[in-house]
């Protein structure tokens, strides 16, 4: 099985806000398709278990210049498969970044720019001002007809989730694995891209060619929790 919907999701970034009395918060961001289309984005930012802290990498210095087909792209949601598998993410087959630099870091810390919220914030915050351009990897869900959106009240709802690896999982999300589908977010700003990667600590990094936990590797590699909770 694979998640639903995979594709990756271009436009600009008019909202953000980060959520911390929710049992499943994320940081919600507000964006802009094709034609003035609305959608929101959910990143998690905690397990929806308690038992798995997010990991995260952030790149403010992406190499983009093998991104070539992503800026010739029109606004709007594309869906990904083997016909444009090219542009899709996966965290182990790409190559896209080093896993043991991902760390894990709470949803809810007092104080400024130190909790996840507070990181996602700082970037999509700079890209509303910048009005720069978001590509968003993840599932597409919506549109739900005569429903507004539950956290920014344009109608219908509609948007982007599982904005993080999608593959390792064992136990109820062992559904959603598979290659090249992972989630992420890339930010055009004018003088750089940023890239911003998130992967579950309960992962494993050692995968099939269908996204299924195998037997550990190495120590870059591994299981970086033994907690199955999302």
């Not at 600009?12 to 289309?37: C, F, L, W």
């Not at 810390?109 to 970037?123: C, F, R, T, V």
């Amino acid at each position: 099985m694979t998640i639903k919907g995979y594709g990756v999701l271009k436009g600009v970034a008019v909202d953000g806000k980060g959520e911390r009395d929710r049992s499943t918060p994320h940081y919600q961001i507000r964006m802009i398709g094709e034609e003035n289309t609305e959608y929101r984005i959910a990143v998690n930012v905690m397990s929806s278990s308690n038992e798995s802290e997010v990991l995260y990498l952030v790149d403010e210095q992406y190499d983009a210049s093998s991104i070539t087909i992503l800026p010739t792209m029109s606004n709007g949601f594309t869906h990904i498969n083997k016909n444009n598998r090219d542009i899709a993410l996966d965290y182990i087959r790409g190559d896209l970044f080093d896993p043991s630099k991902m760390v894990p870091l709470p949803h809810d810390i007092s104080g400024p720019d130190n909790d996840l919220n507070d990181k996602l914030q700082n970037y999509i915050g700079r890209a509303i001002k910048e009005e720069a351009t978001i590509y968003v990897y993840g599932s597409e869900w919506g549109p739900e007809k005569n429903r507004p959106d539950k956290i920014f009240d344009f109608e219908p709802g509609r948007g982007v989730h599982n904005v993080h690896m999608n593959q390792g999982n064992e136990g109820r999300w062992k559904v959603d694995n598979g290659p090249w589908q992972d989630g992420g977010i890339l930010i055009q700003f004018k003088d750089k891209w940023v890239a911003i990667f998130l992967a579950f600590l309960s992962q494993s990094w050692c995968t099939d060619d269908k996204g299924h936990p195998t037997e550990v590797c190495d120590h870059t590699q591994t299981k970086l929790a033994v907690s199955t909770g999302r």
